[in-house]
T-cell receptor, first 114, second 114 residues
């Protein structure tokens, strides 16, 4: 089974600073990769995904992520944090052979300081 | 339209009650999912339906009974629940096609078992 690691359960940045949320997966075969955001008492919203092709993917709200096969990573970045980015972020992967089953990381809570 | 709707938003039930959670999508997705999410944790997969047939049951106790009456609707029937079943229950849907199978989540039903 897949294993997804999100380093840092809590990340705090100042408004306007770079956001970097880390995600590493375990499989030797590159999976499908996703980032979701969850605001309090809401469902998960898809930020971006990587399936194939260009390794730098752009998502909504100014977020982007880069797939690095050699590092088995899919870190999420945003150049300038906004107060509205404060939320819980989940990295998820699915295997290419059983793609309907998602494996979620434990989540990273992003705090944005004024 | 990328909306998944869930009713009710909140539900309080006793341990002897029978209740149902409902989920609906009109995106033409042929895969639908139930997840359970405890506070400060990632979603845990419970069931997956593909083409209205149950394809994955993650060893969920029989007091949870899923049903997929048609391609747009997904129900979760609840009976004789325990207080530890209190959680946010999330429904999601996706296309079946590999590479386009990102999951879209509903806002969830907050369940409290007393």
């Amino acid at each position: 089974a897949q294993s997804v690691t999100q380093l840092g359960s809590h990340v705090s940045v100042s408004e306007g600073a770079l956001v970097l949320l880390r995600c590493n997966y375990s499989s030797s075969v590159p999976p499908y990769l996703f980032w979701y955001v969850q605001y309090p008492n809401q469902g998960l919203q898809l930020l971006l995904k990587y399936t194939t092709g260009a390794t730098l993917v752009k998502g909504i709200n100014g977020f982007e992520a880069e797939f690095k096969k050699s590092e088995t990573s899919f870190h999420l970045t945003k150049p300038s944090a906004h107060m509205s980015d404060a939320a819980e972020y989940f990295c998820a992967v699915s295997d290419r052979g059983n793609f309907n089953k998602f494996y979620f990381g434990s989540g990273t809570k992003l705090n944005v300081k004024p | 339209d990328t909306e998944v709707t869930q009713t009710p938003k909140h539900l309080v039930m006793g341990m002897t009650n029978k209740k149902s959670l409902k989920c609906e999508q009109h995106m033409g997705h042929r895969a639908m999912y139930w997840y359970k999410q405890k506070a400060k944790k990632p979603p845990e997969l419970m069931f997956v339906y593909s083409y209205e047939k149950l394809s994955i049951n993650e060893s969920v106790p029989s007091r949870f009974s899923p049903e997929c009456p048609n391609s747009s609707l997904l129900n979760l029937h609840l009976h004789a629940l325990q207080p530890e079943d209190s959680a946010l229950y999330l429904c999601a849907s996706s296309q079946i096609t590999s590479g386009s199978h990102e999951q879209y989540f509903g806002p969830g039903t907050r369940l409290t078992v007393t």
